[in-house]
C-alpha cells in the first residue's frame, strides 16, 4: 500500500466514485427514455471526458482523471478487472449443453452470423481501406478481418435479457436465438484473440492459432471436466459461499493471466473460464447472484463510463462513417441471421426476429472495438462508429423483436407503477369509499371519465369482493375505452372489508384496470400481485409506508424478487 | 485502458488470484485447526512474500510480486479498495440506536477499553521508546498515541461474528459487547484520525481535530438523514438492486475521498459512511448481503494476504517485543474492560467475558498497524508485533468466551457433518436394515460399541417411527456413553418405510446420536433437521448424490442458509 500518494488516493476515491454515481444516474434517465442502460453509461462517461468536462474546465478535467500517475494506473486496474470479470459473467451466461441438443438450426445460424459479416464487412475493408479509415501503420489483413468480427459479434448477454423481458427466454425461439449466440462469441472470440495474438510480432500466426484452439479446448474438456469436479469439494470443504465466491473469481483471474501470458488478450481466458464455470451443475444460483450483482450493478457501469472518458466522441463523429457502419452492420447480420434461420425451416417474421436479436452487440462490441483501437489497428473514429452501432443495435433489438412477434412485455407491478400512483393513508370507511378514491386517480392517469372507471369496479366488486387475505384487495375491470393497463394502489391504515375469505381488515388495496383488448394482462397482473402479498415483510412495509416514495419502494423491491422467482420457476 | 502493458496485465491478474487462492486455502486450513480463518490468509501472503518465498526464489517473487511499475500499483489500487470497502462493511455493522438504549454500562466499558490502554501503552510508550522500537525520525507523543490507540481497538465485526456463533448475538450480553465495540471504534478512529493529520505536517493539529470532529458530526447527522431519505426514492426510481448497490459504493468512496482531501486518512471517511448507511432502516438486506458477501470473500482475504507480502516477518520477529507486546495489549484492554463492566454492575465471569470480547482486535487493529508504519510512526517490527496481537486476541476470544461463559456451539449440521459422516447409495429393504448400516457408521465415529448404538435406536423407533414425512426420517438416540453428538447421513434410492406420517418412503436419513448430559443438542439438530428438509430443491439434490462428498456438498449449503433463517428469526 506504499504505491499511492495521498493525493493519488483522493483522486482515486473521487474518480471512481463520480464515474460510479454519474453511470447510474445516466443509466437510469436512459432507460426512462426507453433506451438501454449502457448508452446512459456511456453518456456519463463522455460528460466527464475530453468531449466535454475537458472542454469547459481542462484543469480541472486532467485533475479528476489523470492520465498518468498513480491514480491512473489504480483506475486502469479497475477497468481492467471489470472487463475481464464481464467476460466471465458473459461465459457464465453460455449454456453448451443446449448447443447439442438444438442442433442444425443454431448451427446455421450461428455460422451465418459469423461468416457473412465477415466476409461482406472484411471484403468492403480489403477494397476501401480508405472509407473506413484505415491507420496507415496497420497490416490491410488484419484491419480487414477485425472489421468484419466487429460486425459479426453478437451480445449474448444483451439477447438473453431482451428474452427474458419479453418472455421468449425459454421458448423454441429463444433456445435458438441463445444457442446460435453462443457458437457465435465462442468463434468469434476465437478470431479475434488469434488476431490479438499475431498483431504482438512475437511469434508466427500459426503459432497463435494452435495456442488459441489448444487453450479452448483444453477449457471446454479438462477445465470443465475439472471444475466440475472441483466445485462439490469446494462446497463440501471450504467455508460457504465465501469458499466458492472466491474459487470463481481466483479461475476467472489465473485463466486471464494464462490467455495474455500466451499471447492472446485476458479476456479470453476469463471468458474460457466463465464457460467452463457456469456449466457445471454444482454452480449454485447462489454464488452466480452475487458475482452478477457486483459486476452489473458496479463494475459494469464503471468500465463503460471509463469508456466514454478515454474518447473524444466530439471530434471523431463523423457521420458518413457513423451511417455507412451503422447500415452495413445492420445488413449484414440480420439478413445474414434471418437467411440461415429461413433455410433452416423457420417462418418469415420469427426468421426476422432471428436476425434483428442476433444484431444486438452490446458490451461486447465496445469491448471488441477498445482492444482494436488500443491495439493500434483501426482509428478512433471507426471505434466511435462501431461504439454506436453497439449502441444502436442493442437498443433496437428489444422493440423489433415485440413488433414482429407480437409480442408484449410481462407487465409487472414495476413497470406499471410510479410514485403518482402510490396512494398511502387514504381515509376510508367502506369498500366503496376506497374504490371512490382509487378510481378516481386512475381514471385521471388512464385519461377516461372516472364515474365510469369507479361504476365498472363497483358492478365488478358487487359480483364477489376481491380481498386476497391477509389484508390485501385487488379491486379490478376490464374496460373497452382503455388502452393499456393502469394499476393504482393505495393503503387503509384504519382497514376496510373487501369480503376478505379470511375476514382480515384489508389495508393494502391495488386497483387495476385493463383493456379488452388485452385478455392476458389482468391474469398477469394479479397473479404477480398474489405472488408477492404471499411476504408478510412485505405487507407490513407497504401498509406502514408514510408516503408515495416509500410504498413504491416497498412494491418494487418485491415485483424483482416475483420476476426472479417467475424466471426461475 | 492503456496504462498497463500486456506483461502488466498477465502478472496483475497472476498475483492478484494466487494470493486470493492461497488465501482462502490457508483461511480454510487455519479454520480447521481452530483458528481464525484470518490467521492463514496472513500465513498465505507470507508464503508469497519476502519471508518465504522471495527467500527460496527471489527472482521470481520479484516476478510476480513486483515493488514498481504497472502491476504494483494496479495490486496496490485494488488493496487500497478492499480497505475502504471492509472498513465500510466495518461501519455498516455499527447501530447507532442500540448506543442510546444501552446506556451506561456500555459507555464505562466502551471508555474504559479505550482510556485505560491508551493511558497505559501512551505512558510506556512515552517513558520506553526505545524498548518498543520507536523510529528515529518519529515525535515521540505521536508515538506514544498512536501505541495506546493500537492496544485499545476493538474490531468490531470479529466481536459481531464470535456472539453470533456462541448464540449471544441477542443477549444483554451480547448487546453490551457490541455497543461498547461501537463507542470504542467510533473513539479510536477519530483520535487515530486526528493523528494522521496531523502527521501530515501540512496544517496545525486543532486544524486537524477540528475538521476531524466536524466530518464526523456531519456524518452522524446530516449525513444519515440525507442517506436515509435518498434510499427510498432510489430504491423507488432506480433499478433495482443495481441502484441502491451503486449508491452504497459511490457514497463509500466519495466520503473515502473527502476523508483523505481534508488530510484524514480515506478509511475514516468510509468508515462514517458505512454508519450512516447501515443505520438507515430503508437499505434493504439485500444490498447488505451482496456487499458483505464480496468484501468477506473476495477483497478482504486479498488485503490481509497483501500484508503479508509487504512485511518480512522472519526477519523482524522479536521475540521479546511481540511478547511484551502481546501480554501489555492483553492485560491493559481485558482487565480495563472487565473493571468498568464490574463497576456497571456485572457479576465476575460476565465482566470478564466482556474484557476477552473486547479484547479480539482483528483485520481492524492491523490496518491500523500498517497505515502507522507506511506513515513512519512506527517500525516494521512492532508492526509484526501488533499483527501478532491483532491474530492472537482474536483466536483466543470465542474460547475464552466459550469458557467463562459455558457457552456451547449451536449445533448445526454444518459443524457435525463431514465426507465420511456420508453414505449415499445404501441397499437396504427395511428400516431395520438402514439403521445398522448407519448406526454402525455412528459406533465407529463415536468410539462406541456398534450393538450398543444399534439397539438404542432401535428401540427408540419401536416406540414411534422418525419419518419426518417428504422422505426424509430421522432416527436418534440419547446416550451415556457419548462425549458430544454425532450425526450420521444416507441415502436409500429405492427408499423404505420409517412408518412417515405422509407414506412416501424414506429416502434420506439421518441417524442422530447426543449426550444424555446435553439434553438441548438433540432438539437442536432435529429442529435444523426439519427446517432444511422443508427445501424440496435440497431433498432432491442429496437423494440424488452419487458420492459422499456430493452428499456432503447439498447438505453444507442447506447449513448454511438455515443458520441465516434462524439468524433473522
Known sequence: MGELTSADL?????????????????????????????????????????????????????????????????????????????????????????????????????????LVPLAVGGALAWFMPQWWGMPAEASPWQFAV??????????????????????????????LALVSATINNLLAWLIFSVLMGASEERQPILHTVVLTLALAVAF???????????????????????????????????????????????????????????????????????VYRFVEGILAP???????????????????????????????????????????????????????????????????????????????????????????????????LKRLLRRELTWSLGTLLDARACNPGLIARTTADVIHQLGSLAAERAGLDSRTVIDAVLDRESLMGTGLGHGVAVPHARLAELRSPVVVVGTVPAGVG?????????????????????????IQILRGIAHLCQDSQLREEATASQNPTALLAALRVAGTLEKSAVAQA
Not at 436476425?355 to 482494436?372: C, P, Q, T
Not at 373487501?498 to 389482468?522: G, H, N
Open 498 to 522: 373487501f369480503e376478505a375469505l379470511d375476514d382480515t381488515p384489508v389495508r393494502l388495496v391495488f386497483l387495476i384496470l385493463t383493456p379488452e383488448s388485452e385478455p392476458v394482462a389482468q
Open 220 to 290: 471446454l474438456t479438462v477445465g470443465r471436466w475439472a471444475i466440475n469436479r472441483a466445485l462439490p469439494w469446494i462446497q463440501a470443504h471450504l467455508e460457504w459461499p465465501g469458499g466458492v465466491l472466491g474459487f470463481v473469481i481466483v479461475v476467472g483471474l489465473a485463466s486471464a493471466a494464462a490467455a495474455e501470458a500466451i499471447g492472446i488478450h485476458a479476456i479470453f481466458g476469463a471468458f474460457l473460464a466463465g464457460i467452463a464455470l457456469g456449466d457445471s451443475p454444482h454452480l449454485r444460483e447462489h454464488v452466480r447472484h452475487v
Open 302 to 400: 464503471i468500465f463503460v463510463a471509463a469508456i466514454g472518458l478515454e474518447v473524444n466522441f466530439v471530434a471523431n463523429f463523423h457521420p458518413g462513417l457513423v451511417l455507412s457502419v451503422l447500415l452495413l452492420g445492420t445488413a449484414v447480420k440480420v439478413l445474414g441471421c434471418s437467411w440461415a434461420a429461413r433455410l433452416a425451416g423457420l417462418r418469415g417474421t420469427e426468421a426476422w426476429g432471428i436476425g434483428w436479436a442476433m444484431n444486438a452487440r452490446g458490451e461486447l462490441g465496445i469491448v471488441l472495438g477498445l482492444l482494436a483501437w488500443e491495439a493500434g489497428f483501426i482509428r478512433e473514429r471507426l471505434f466511435v462508429a462501431l461504439v454506436v452501432l453497439a449502441l444502436a443495435t442493442s437498443g433496437a433489438a428489444g422493440p423489433m
Open 146 to 175: 477485425f472489421f468484419g468480427v466487429a460486425l459479426a459479434i453478437s451480445a449474448l448477454p444483451v439477447i438473453a435479457k431482451i428474452l427474458m423481458d419479453l418472455d421468449l427466454f425459454k421458448t423454441d425461439f429463444g433456445m
Open 10 to 114: 483522493t483522486v482515486f476515491f473521487l474518480g471512481l466514485s463520480t464515474l460510479l454515481g454519474a453511470a447510474h444516474l445516466c443509466g437510469e434517465i436512459a432507460r426512462r427514455l426507453g433506451q438501454p442502460a449502457v448508452v446512459g453509461e456511456m453518456v456519463a462517461g463522455l460528460a466527464f471526458g475530453p468531449s466535454c468536462l475537458g472542454w469547459l474546465l481542462p484543469e480541472f478535467q486532467q485533475w479528476l482523471f489523470p492520465h498518468q500517475g498513480g491514480a491512473a494506473v489504480g483506475l486502469d486496474a479497475i477497468v481492467v478487472l471489470a472487463v475481464a470479470l464481464l467476460l466471465l459473467v458473459a461465459g457464465m451466461e453460455v449454456d453448451l449443453s443446449t448447443v447439442w441438443r438444438q442442433g442444425k438450426a443454431a448451427l446455421y445460424v450461428g455460422l451465418a452470423g459469423l
